[in-house]
């Protein structure tokens, strides 16, 4: 009787299933950065390139190159709407309002687009290639991983029937209420929602914010997802990321400018943010001889993030570190945010807990947790370890040492000069899972 | 732009969300015994009532009684559909044809209509009594007991918020597919779905079904409800019950009259159904002394099913009658359905493996399973212990004795003058869990 027969006609309609709908739909931290790179480095050229880490999943023979350029295309003809600019005018960020200049938000309504870019395939594996002005490229970085990251669930979920789809998401959901539930029974537990890029799909990552959000309250300190924060009223969680190191490194020219570029990034970022913003991430060619060379004003800044070294130890060495600069750890924050899971999260809590003001940044094993949930077993909705890097700055190599050497990118010969002018002590090499 | 105006409407309209919609929504046995009943007893006046064995649940505190009889009057208002009558009198019934005299099911269509009742409070629990002629009062069995379960799930399920009821869902949905997961690796297995009565709702026993015949295919034998055998193309499941016997026993006049009588129904029923409907029950009266006393004809019917007596036992005692008698085990068949779950269906089967054909009849913890699935750790979707029985016929009381002595009903000095006519041999007291 009720049939609405425009909705059933408008479903055999459908072109495209957009997986990016909106520009905000990124990293809040891309925006920073975006602003960042707007205001210090505009003319700027730089190439970046996805890699599959897992090399056992063979991209290419899962997601159609031709239906991931459609949604690329998709992304490319978005813009940001009046709405969402108004917002991230009017919005407060970590407490603090208008931390977007207007000129920025003026270039983001009229001039921001999305750079070239080429789709390959080597090896089994997709290649997202793109180039142009680092103001075009840098946001493809969680566009793209998170269309891939998509495109490879739907291709899985392709393979399922109406049942099994049914079971693998039962499945999914009590996995995350499991892990939930453990969490809301510790209070003080702070943790942010870092998983877009390798996300199951944007729905999946929006009802795992729901349900965190409903059951944990002030434990969930918001995510990193800007269109959900907007969407939500959530807290947009993230400050910076290894591209600005690796790009000022690029473009240093002596050996001992080279060295000194890791701290031209805090300098150049705390004139344009303050307070939690002043989140440094010292891992970008390796933290042990960042911490030990760094100017006093660093041991200013608010808080850390580890991302490649064992979080335990890094902890430990940023606290020793804060009192030997003289510094009151339990006034700084440190960030984990390298492949956690819930049991991570709540030993790292406790053994820092009193010592210094600790965070989770939760990422693809929040959001992309599927493992042991395929109906008939398999590992095709596991996720992968998929990542977006500079190659190129002005047409020179891009590189990160990292605290494991199996994050290490950029040519041989570069490592190799780099690990000569920044050391290489205590760099580990933990298996990379996500 | 798409939204179904009418369908909203419509929604705000609603006064009633019938739990049971189709006279066919019942236990394909109850369809049998009232062609038995109305051909053999059509002039018999009995009453029936319901009891929750679970006491520690007060029903009277969860289920209004007044929306109750909202739905007892909606099912009284319901009759045999065109399409329904049709397909009863064309299909096939365990391989045969016409299982329904037309005459049966030209009254069905004309005159069947169901009896007075009486809903009273007492301890805290709903007590639903019925009384008439006994082909009025026999289908209100499981009519009544279906729709107090589901009201008790509605109650509990209007106490959760939308997000806990799919963590509800999505556990529940797990935990029956871990299930059918351990099952479906069992080739031979044999099961049929007897949970109407005391399922979680008609939706989710629907969901049971369709679960189970997409992943165990021939393993599910059929269901129990006639209405889902119906709409889904399955076997219709079932055959008789113990108001039969308790039914001819409170009518014998003697002494010996009623011991004789548990042997009549059976004579009397095969003058109406054959083959696989010559199963019997023969734990009404304590299942030893009735295979004792048995006439030899009664070792030809095809099996038993076995309702209150540890399976295992009551297998090996009917087994060894069998070899006895000179009958062949591995042609007849064993029907377990007492509370079963899936380790005691696997122990089972694998314990009569080759010996008779064993079949389960699962019934509350297939279709109302959601222990240790409430959100919130609560228990108010627990199953509970439900029944309705016969209290009298023709002003007699009904007795049964059951060789579980806490499934004995009927007054105390009835039960007293059983137990000298039949005697109480290996009638166990095991707990009654559903």
Not at 6 to 33: C, G, Q
Not at 71 to 90: D, N, P, T
Not at 169 to 195: H, M, N
Request: charged share 25%; net charge negative.
């Amino acid at each position: 009787m009720n049939v609405n027969f425009a909705e059933r006609a408008h479903n055999h309609n459908w072109k495209l299933d957009p997986i990016v709908r909106s520009l905000l739909d990124t990293d809040f931290y891309k925006l920073l950065m975006l602003q960042f790179i707007w205001k210090n480095f505009p003319q700027v050229h730089v190439s970046s390139e996805t890699t599959n880490r897992t090399v056992s999943v063979r991209l290419a023979e899962h997601v159609p190159i031709s239906a991931l350029i459609e949604q690329m295309e998709h992304v490319r003809g978005l813009r940001f709407r009046k709405s969402e600019l108004i917002w991230l005018a009017g919005n407060t960020f970590y407490g603090t309002r208008s931390i977007f200049e207007p000129g920025f938000l003026d270039w983001l309504e009229h001039d921001f687009r999305l750079s070239e870019y080429e789709v390959t395939e080597k090896d089994g594996q997709l290649v997202l290639r793109f180039e142009g002005l680092w103001t075009e490229v840098t946001m493809w970085e969680v566009y793209g991983l998170a269309l891939v990251s998509e495109m490879k669930t739907r291709a899985a979920l392709g393979r399922l029937s109406e049942l099994e789809l049914d079971v693998l998401y039962a499945r999914a959901k009590t996995k995350l209420w499991d892990k939930i539930e453990i969490l809301r029974r510790v209070p003080g537990v702070s943790i942010s929602e870092f998983g877009t890029r390798r996300r199951h799909s944007f729905l999946w990552q929006e009802y795992v914010v729901e349900a965190m959000r409903a059951a944990l309250g002030t434990s969930l300190s918001g995510t990193s997802n800007t269109f959900l924060a907007y969407k939500h009223d959530l807290e947009a969680m993230g400050t910076n990321a290894h591209e600005l190191p690796m790009a000022l490194a690029a473009l240093a020219a002596a050996d001992e400018e080279l060295n000194a570029s890791q701290y031209r990034v805090l300098e150049l970022w705390q004139k344009s943010y303050g307070g939690e913003l002043l989140i440094m991430l010292p891992d970008t060619f390796g933290t042990t001889q960042f911490l030990a060379a760094a100017p006093d004003w660093v041991a200013d800044w608010t808080g850390q993030r580890c991302d490649s070294k064992d979080p335990f130890v890094a902890g430990d060495e940023y606290i020793a570190w804060l009192k030997g600069r003289g510094r009151d750890p339990r006034r700084k924050r440190l960030i984990a945010s390298d492949g956690l899971d819930v049991d991570d999260i709540l030993q790292l809590h406790e053994y820092f807990s009193g010592r210094i003001r600790f965070s989770a940044g939760w990422g693809t094993l929040l959001t992309n947790d599927f493992r042991g949930c395929h109906p008939r077993g398999e590992g095709d909705l596991d996720p992968i370890s998929l990542v977006c890097k500079l190659m190129t700055v002005e047409g020179r190599p891009a590189v990160k040492l990292s605290d494991n050497v199996r994050k290490a990118t950029g040519p041989v010969e570069e490592i190799e000069r780099y690990r000569r002018v920044f050391g290489s002590v205590a760099v580990e090499g933990a298996a990379v899972l996500v």
